[in-house]
């Protein structure tokens, strides 16, 4: 079965640090890939959007990577600030039909980032 | 600038006890969908509907129903809840169908149920 694994511990980082998140999946192929940040008694929120044939995607101080080879995905804050303290959400998506499993997108379990001042 | 609101925020209920979770869109979204996210379990997807009139199950629809009753409105309903049920829910909408490229979501701010 599909399984997305994520940091599940804490990851704390001084501020004006580069925090690198990891998504590693298994058992499928997805197109594209996407980045969720929740805060806490909130909906996630979307970021950004990788599809399988583009290495790097950049937006703001926000860089995502995706190795299909590897089957990883890279998320990459840099000049970190405590204001993006936060649990960000991988999500792979498989193409309707292609034998992904669910439907869409499905959710890794997130890792939560703390970033000290 | 609404987006996907829910309600209620909070609720309560027994075991046994009926309710209706609401949703509704103000994008003109085709697509929502309904998750539960529980700790240590990540957004696991309940029911979605790709378009009104349509609704298909998810990871995990057992002791849920939907109604999509118009573009805007997306419904779960859990007809004799479980302490299982115990959780935080959320609605999505997405402007493209479940699968397609760009099906970026749109969450609401989620309900808290507790079943006791």
């Known amino acids: 079965s599909q399984k997305i694994e994520q940091n599940s511990e804490a990851l704390n980082i001084q501020e004006g640090k580069t925090a690198t998140l990891t998504c590693n999946y298994t058992?499928?192929?997805?197109?594209?890939l996407q980045w969720y940040r929740q805060d806490p008694g909130r909906g996630p929120v979307f970021l950004l959007l990788?599809?399988?044939?583009?290495k790097e995607k950049r937006k703001e101080r926000l860089k995502v990577t995706f190795d299909t080879t590897l089957k990883q995905s890279l998320f990459h804050i840099t000049a970190s600030q405590p204001a993006d303290s936060a649990t960000y959400l991988c999500?792979?998506?498989?193409?309707?039909?292609?034998?992904?499993?669910?439907?869409?997108?499905?959710f890794g379990k997130g890792t939560h980032l703390i970033i000290q001042p | 600038n609404a987006g996907v609101t829910q309600t209620p925020k909070f609720q309560v209920l027994k075991t046994g006890q009926s309710m209706t979770l609401q949703c509704a869109q103000d994008?003109?979204?085709?697509?929502m969908y309904w998750y539960r996210q529980d700790p240590g379990m990540g957004l696991r997807l309940i029911y979605y509907?790709?378009?009104?009139?349509?609704?298909d199950k998810g990871e995990v629809p057992n002791g849920y129903n939907v109604s999509r009753l118009n573009k805007r409105e997306f419904s779960l309903r859990l007809e004799s809840a479980a302490p299982s049920q115990t959780s935080v829910y959320f609605c999505?909408?997405?402007?493209?169908?479940?699968?397609?490229?760009?099906?970026?979501?749109?969450f609401g701010s989620g309900t808290q149920l507790s079943v006791l």
């Open positions: 999505a909408s997405s402007e493209r169908p479940p699968g397609a490229t760009n099906e970026k979501l749109f």
């Open positions: 058992n499928y192929s997805p197109a594209y």
């Open positions: 990788i599809r399988e044939n583009e």
């Open positions: 999500a792979p998506n498989s193409p309707l039909g292609s034998g992904g499993g669910a439907d869409g997108l499905t």
């Open positions: 994008m003109n979204h085709n697509s």
């Open positions: 509907s790709a378009s009104e009139g349509t609704t």
